[in-house]
């Protein structure tokens, strides 16, 4: 089975910028990978050449083994940009109609109860977008994304605008959705977000594809840190398996040991350390 | 194809919704009234100011004729308003304000999303402009008793012009901004206008620089062309007299371009669609 997503050697160029240069990225079924890196990496233009928006220079992008752009590609993917739009005077009922006809979903109001109820928007199935907050929109932006259970799902920034319960409810529906095979292209900003949630992240600097790894990968051991009588010391290049030795010399040389830990790089020092 | 009517209802829906079409059916409302006013003045001062038995000329002709030239006029420029402000932001405009991306990702595809709103604008323009020039000649024969010579065709040359309007609003949406793209578009209609009165002027004063500008106006706009076909077929059955003075007025006569023009017309539209669905494949969407 082709991957949810596959991008080889891709490449785009706006003028004399170049915004994406080679990078090659899988995301396979059933696996939720984050897209992390700072403005203007290249990170929404990889998002839009997936979604057939914005045409390759070089490489190409493919959804479930038909090229991006191509009516197979797009019946198989779910998209939320991330500077989104809905006209404010349907529902958010009528919105899910609308984008379910143009899917091909047969999921009726079956489908769009459910897609509201998962995203916290029950109580608003009959309220005009234009009377809902951005909040309110952004969760409708992703049952949106959501209607007719595409096997791909792009979501640029989805919590950008969601309070922290918000924000949570996404978590949850994410991992839900992993749970039930679908692959997921997260991009988003929330470094903690995607080490929460994803399987493997891909960092993009420069339009460029600097580190990519399961957050485990990418993490490495930064020492082991001690909080004795004399203040914290840390241990650089220490492991977990040396922390008794460090903690019995210490104790030999005379001092109070109240704790010990083994620290490693959080994603955020991998993320600094690789678009630095 | 059913994806395809889910747009063309959807931007039916948005075209209801916009304030626009609220100000422009007040202000068809509102112009109506007026011409109702004008036109029984115009009638009333007229017959006694020329009689018919005298030089062989009908007032009547000659005053229904020109106000309703002088309607057709309105009628148009009302409808340019609403084709314009209807597809200004379709493509560009929409992709600017994030509206556009969630439905072009759909599997209905750019080119039926673009032939789909092509054909929900044009169909609302078209119905607007046909209903009122209705109502204008109804208004003008129950008032005044004159009726034109072939409302059906002038009807439907008027609104022609208007569906080409919305071609090139559509075509220009695609590569300026919405606001860019209203001003261009109503240019070029002030423009095509423009050269259809000089070229009036030159069949009038016999000057062929004047006449070759509105030949070539009414190739590179025919919604020129179409509009002073449509102006001609209400008197095409005028002659003597009366088909000159009529010649003289900017609204009361024109020459008319029979179905080449409409053919031509055709061929443009296909053209601009043409030019339209190619150039939106290849557009990168913000």
């Known amino acids: 089975m082709p991957p949810a997503l596959a991008v080889r050697g891709l490449g785009k160029r706006y003028g004399r910028l170049r915004a994406l240069d080679a990078v090659d990225l899988e995301v396979a079924e059933g696996e939720l990978v984050g897209l992390l890196g700072p403005n203007g990496a290249g990170k929404s233009t990889l998002v839009k050449i997936a979604c057939g928006l914005v045409r390759p220079t070089e490489g190409a992008a493919e959804i479930c083994g038909a090229p991006a752009g191509s009516a197979a590609a797009r019946r198989a993917l779910g998209y939320l940009a991330e500077l989104f739009r809905f006209p404010g005077w349907v529902s958010a009922d009528e919105l899910l109609v609308l984008h379910q006809r143009l899917a091909g979903s047969k999921g009726g109001a079956a489908e769009r109860g459910e897609l509201l109820e998962r995203v916290g928007l029950a109580e608003a199935r009959d309220r005009r977008i234009e009377q809902m907050s951005k909040g309110m929109q952004q969760r409708l932006g992703i049952a949106q994304a959501l209607v007719g259970s595409p096997r791909l ?100 040389e005379g001092k109070q040991v109240y704790g010990v830990r083994a620290v490693a790089t959080t994603l955020e020092d991998v993320y600094l350390e690789a678009v630095e | 194809m059913s994806q395809m009517l889910v747009i063309v209802g959807y931007a039916l829906r948005e075209s209801m919704r916009r304030k626009v079409f609220v100000i422009v059916l007040l202000l068809s409302v509102a112009f109506l009234g007026l011409y109702g006013v004008g036109v029984w003045r115009a009638f009333r001062d007229t017959t006694g100011f020329v009689g018919p038995d005298e030089i062989g000329l009908d007032p009547t002709v000659i005053t229904g004729a020109t106000v309703l030239g002088l309607a057709m006029f309105a009628t148009l420029f009302l409808g340019t308003v609403l084709a314009i402000f209807l597809t200004l932001g379709v493509v560009r405009g929409d992709a600017e304000r994030g509206l556009l991306q969630p439905l072009v990702v759909r599997p209905v595809g750019r080119s039926s999303l673009l032939l789909s709103r092509f054909v929900a604008a044009a169909g609302v323009c078209a119905l607007y402009v046909a209903v009122l020039f209705a109502i204008e000649t109804v208004t ?86 179409l509009y002073q076909s449509a102006l001609h077929v209400i008197t095409s059955s005028t002659s003597g007299f009366e088909r000159f003075a009529l010649e003289l ?5 024109s020459v008319g371009g029979g179905v080449g023009v409409v053919i031509w017309s055709v061929a443009y539209l296909v053209l601009v669609g043409a030019v339209g669905l190619a150039a939106f494949a290849r557009r990168d969407l913000p």
């Open chain 2, 140 to 225: 003008t024969g129950l008032i005044g008793g004159w009726w034109p010579d072939n409302v059906v065709v002038a009807g439907a040359e008027l609104a022609f012009a208007v569906v080409v309007v919305v071609a090139l609003s559509l075509l220009g949406s695609i590569f300026l901004s919405a606001t860019a793209n209203g001003i261009a578009v109503f240019m070029i209609f002030g423009g095509g206008l423009v050269a259809g009165l000089l070229a009036q002027i030159g069949r009038a004063i016999g000057s062929d620089t004047l006449r070759s500008i509105g030949r070539w106006a009414s190739l590179a706009l025919p919604f020129e062309a």
């Open chain 1, 153 to 252: 799902l792009l979501l640029d920034e989805p919590t950008s605008a969601l309070d922290p319960s918000g924000r949570r409810t996404v978590r949850v529906l994410l991992e839900e959705l992993r749970s039930r095979g679908h692959a997921v292209l997260l991009n988003s900003h929330l470094l903690s977000e995607i080490e929460l949630v994803c399987d493997r992240v891909a960092i993009i600097s420069r339009g460029r594809l600097v580190a990519e790894g399961s957050p485990s990968e990418l993490s490495r051991a930064r020492g082991v840190e001690v909080e004795t009588d004399s203040g914290v010391q840390l241990f650089e290049g220490a492991t977990r398996d040396d922390a008794p030795g460090i903690v019995a010399r210490l104790v030999a």
């Open chain 2, 249 to 253: 007025g900017p609204f009361g006569g």
